[in-house]
Each structure stands twice: as C-alpha cells, then as structure tokens.
C-alpha cells in the first residue's frame, strides 16, 4: 500500500508542483513587496548595478552592509534580473526566486532517492512541494527556503560522513566539500544557519573521534574551509561596523523585542514604528550624540530592557514564540493579502482560506512526524540511527530560533524538508526488517545519543508548557 502511493506520488507530482508554481506565480506577480523584502530587493539591485557597471565597488558594498541586519547571499542569489535591467519587474524577480527555490528542490528529491530509495524522494515531493503555503514563500525575498534547502542538503552529505566514519572508513572528500559548501552557502543567506554548522562538524568530529580517527584530518580541512569563507565577509562587517561582527548585528535589538521591555528598551519607551527600526533609529541617534558605537549602545539598550526578565516570563514569552512558529503556516500568504494586486479584493479572504486549508492537511501530519522522530529512538541499523540524529540535530538548530527572537509562521519552510524526512524515516523504521540492519561498534553509543536529546526535547517541551 505505501510503496502504491509513493509511485502514485512520483508519478503525478511533478506536473502538479508545476502547475502550483504558474498558479502561484499568476497570483503573485503584481504583489508589492512586505517587510524585509524592501531590503532584500534593495541589496539584489545594488549587486546588479554594480555588475552592470552603475555603480562602484564601494557604493554596491555600502548598500549590501546597510544596517547589518542581513547576510549578503540573498543579493547574491536575486541580483540576475537587476543585470538584465535596472528595473525588473516583480513578477520577473518573483519568478526567478521560485527558479532558484524549485532547482534546489528537485536537487534534493534526487539526492533523497539516491540515499534512501523513492519513498524518501516522494515524501519530499508530497511535503513541502503540494503544501499551497509554501508557494508563496517561494516567490518572496525572504531566504528562508534556500537557506533551509541547502542546510538540508548538508544534512545528507553528513550522512554519507557518519556512514562511512561509523565503519571505520574515511568520509569521501566529495562529501566533505558537498557538506561544507551547502553550509557555507546556507550561512551566507542567514546567520542563524552558523548553529548547523557548528553543529553538524561537532557531530561528525566527535564521531570520528569514537570510529575513525583518521577522518579527523579531512573533518579538520572542512572546518577551515568553513572559516576561511566566513572570514571575508565578518572582516568587511566587522571594519564597516567598527566592532566585531561575526555574521549579522541585529542580536541585540532582537533580544530586546522579543523578551525586553518596551519601556525601557531606548532607556525609555521607543518612538512608535514598525518591528526593530525605532530602537535602531534611537540607537544611530544615541551614538552620535555621544561619540559611542552605534552597536555598544545596541548592546547597552538591550541590556536595560532585559533588566526586568524573570525565568517564568522568558520561558513564556519562549511559548508563545512556538505556538506562533509551528502553528501558523499560512502566515507569509496572509501576510500578502493586503498588497496582492494580481487577485480581485473580494476573492482574497476565499483563496487564502483555501490556502490555509491546503497547507493544513499536509503540514499537520508532517509536523507530527517531526516531533516523533524527535522523541524516536530508531534502531534499523547504523543508517536508520544517523538519520534519526541528524534529523535531530538538524531540529534543535531550527528549534533555537524561539528562544532567541520574536517568532512568526514564516519560518516553518527552513525545516520543511526535516518534517518530510522525518515521515519517510519513520515509515521505513516501521517497515524494517531485523536482516537489514546492520550494526558498527558504536551502535550502542549512537543509541544513547538518540535516547539522551528525545529526553532532552521532551522535557524542554514540558517545562514550556507548565510555564
């Protein structure tokens, strides 16, 4: 019965994939740009100008650094349509991110089937491929998807590490370089994504250590090349700045937004505006006026707001930051309803129910299968193990985000491919056959591993909700 649904599911996928792709992209072509994307949109054109010879070096640099609440990858990434014109239509632009966001995708079906057989692969095209919310985050600015993909895609090169360091082989030098350039690739787009890195190289040093010490030289090597990629970009921040920057500035303010309070956060009540930008502009203003950094009175900022915070409101706040982060996977559709000029306004509450409802039927189950496998200990053989701790682990780093930023549904598609992982891994527990399985010496140890962090999440779990 699975393996009939999963061919029916490779076999019609596709062509329903694309269709939701033209559909969305009809409905969303005249849509105007909401929140980050202003900024997004504004990096991308300086990157193209500057490849078009508009403007210097300096200038285009000048724009991508902005405030220093964004990693540049994204500018990278959407710059094309600005080399082909100075004004770009939104559709164009719109269309091209969906471009980028569907060739990731189907790169990662391909690596599923390779690794694991088509019932991984045909999970990854059901969820999130038919989940009608996720269109409209891919044809947005926000780099969350990309991001999300590619920490995906390192996630399974990882794999092919832990496999064949659990037996006591080297890891292949092209799953190395595949592991670190998707991380590499995933920081650039969002700060947030150095957690994995140093998670997964942790992960697989740690292993080698206990298997195979001789992989620790190439793990070593990936680790460099990790630092080595960063360098360039926190050295420029950092001058630009005038202080340490590893990847983005804007921890202080978040901190302060989502768990500060707002009387005191610019050393009184900010001025009135939209999400960081007024403690930012009192920043900037504070700075000048006393000859300080703009970042070390950012810093001072948040520590007057936070002064206040008892554990019982931080975990609280913590809970209401997950509710909105995993039960609201409608949200960026919702968040277009206003500026979606390309629909009839009288149509748009009918067709974002019918979004939410879409998005609904799949990410429900998909979501529970995450959280199962989070809590699983899955014991089919050394490769049912690492993917159940890669999964994991691949969990937490997403999941950190409630716990250091003021959360909304626009995240759930960064670990969309983690819940399709999680059904096809379960399913395939569920189906396994003991001569299957095959064990390495560290089978027990990877066992602990899986039973030590799903008591770990389900106590965090719990004191979150006794909060």
């Known amino acids: 019965m699975v393996e009939r649904i999963a061919r029916a599911v490779r076999r019609f996928a596709p062509a329903a994939i694309l269709a939701a792709s033209v559909l969305a992209l009809l409905i969303m072509r005249a849509s105007d740009w909401r929140g980050d994307e202003y900024t997004y949109s504004a990096m991308a054109r300086a990157v193209g100008e500057w490849l078009r010879g508009s403007v210097s070096g300096r200038q285009a640099m000048q724009a991508i650094f902005g405030t220093g ?67 409209f985050s891919a044809l947005s600015w926000f780099p969350e998807i990309t991001a999300g993909l590619l920490s995906t895609l390192a996630l399974l090169a990882g794999w092919r590490c832990a496999v064949r360091i659990s037996r006591g082989s080297l890891p292949e030098w092209q799953d190395v370089a595949a592991m670190e350039v998707c991380l590499i690739a995933a920081l650039y787009l969002r700060g947030p994504a150095l957690l994995l890195a140093l998670a997964l190289n942790g992960f697989l040093i740690l292993l080698a250590v206990l298997a195979m010490r001789g992989a620790l030289p190439r793990l070593a090597a990936g680790c460099l090349a990790i630092a080595l990629a960063l360098a360039p ?28 309070d707002p009387a005191r956060t610019c050393f009184g009540r900010c001025p009135a505006g939209r999400d960081i930008w007024p403690a930012w502009q009192f920043a900037q203003g504070r700075a000048a006026q006393t000859g300080e950094n ?22 609280r706040t913590v809970r209401a930051n997950f509710a909105r982060f995993l039960f609201e996977p409608s949200h960026v559709a919702r968040l277009f309803e206003p500026v979606m000029h390309g629909v009839p306004p009288g149509m748009r509450a009918g067709l974002l129910a019918f979004v939410a409802l879409a998005t609904w039927l799949l990410y429900a189950p998909m979501l529970a299968a995450l959280l199962l496998a989070n809590v699983a200990r899955l014991r089919g053989g050394d490769g049912q193990r690492l993917q159940s701790l890669l ?10 985000q409630p716990f250091v930023h003021k959360s909304s549904g626009r995240y759930w598609v960064a670990f969309a491919p983690l819940m399709a992982w999680s059904a096809a891994l379960l399913i395939a527990a569920w189906r396994d056959r003991p001569g299957h399985r095959r064990h390495s010496a560290v089978a027990g140890v990877l066992d602990a591993a899986q039973t030590t962090y799903a008591a770990a999440f389900a106590l965090a779990a719990l004191v979150l909700l006794a909060a």
């Open 69 to 135: 609440w964004f990693m540049p990858g994204i500018a990278l990434i959407g710059a094309p349509p600005f080399v082909l014109t100075d004004d770009p239509p939104h559709w164009l632009q719109r269309g091209w991110l969906l471009a980028i966001n569907l060739g990731l995708t189907a790169l990662l079906i391909r690596r599923f089937a390779r690794q694991f057989g088509p019932r991984h692969a045909a999970l990854a095209m059901l969820f999130p491929g038919l989940a009608a919310g996720w269109y």
């Open 233 to 260: 970009w926190s050295i420029a921040a950092s001058r630009h700045f005038d202080a340490t920057v590893i990847t983005t500035t804007n921890v202080p303010l978040v901190l302060a937004d989502g768990f500060g």
């Open 294 to 315: 703009p970042l070390v009175v950012e810093r001072r900022m948040m520590r007057a707001s936070l002064s206040g915070l008892s554990p019982r409101t931080y975990l």
């Open 391 to 400: 999964i994991k682990l691949g969990t937490a780093a997403a999941f950190a």
